[in-house]
Nanobody, 122 residues
Framework: VQLQASGGGLVQAGGSLRLSCVAS????????MGWFRQAPGAEREFVAAISWSGTSTSYADSVLGRFSIPRENAKNTVYLQMDTLKPEDAAVYYC????????????????WGQGTQVTVSS
């Protein structure tokens, strides 16, 4: 499966942004999906994940209550809705697909998108 992430940009602290990740292929609904991010000089870290059915989600503690990860299987798309953004949320955001139900581990994800930059001004 190929993944195309988009929706990044510049936003002020406290603002919102929605990232999209569109998958190619007909088997999107068989993959758990995740979002990860990587700030300059830092390791890539888990942000959020959702099961293939959308009934199970998980979040990093740092984004819990501010971010959500809905998906629309009919559109082969998973989103990352980011609210109340903070300067520390600035990073390149990556979407990824796993054959597991959900996972917070990078090694669980086989397919990765190209990344989209999110910048948060204070």
């Amino acid at each position: 499966v190929q993944l195309q992430a988009s929706g990044g940009g510049l936003v002020q602290a406290g603002g919102s942004l929605r990232l999209s990740c569109v998958a190619s292929g007909r088997t999107f609904n068989q993959y758990g999906m995740g979002w990860f991010r990587q700030a300059p000089g830092a390791e890539r870290e888990f942000v959020a994940a959702i099961s293939w059915s959308g009934t199970s989600t998980s979040y990093a503690d740092s984004v819990l209550g501010r971010f959500s990860i809905p998906r629309e299987n009919a559109k082969n798309t998973v989103y990352l809705q980011m609210d109340t953004l903070k300067p520390e949320d600035a990073a390149v955001y990556y979407c990824a697909a796993t054959t597991m139900k959900t996972s917070a581990r990078l090694s669980s994800y086989r397919y990765w998108g190209q990344g989209t930059q999110v910048t948060v001004s204070s």
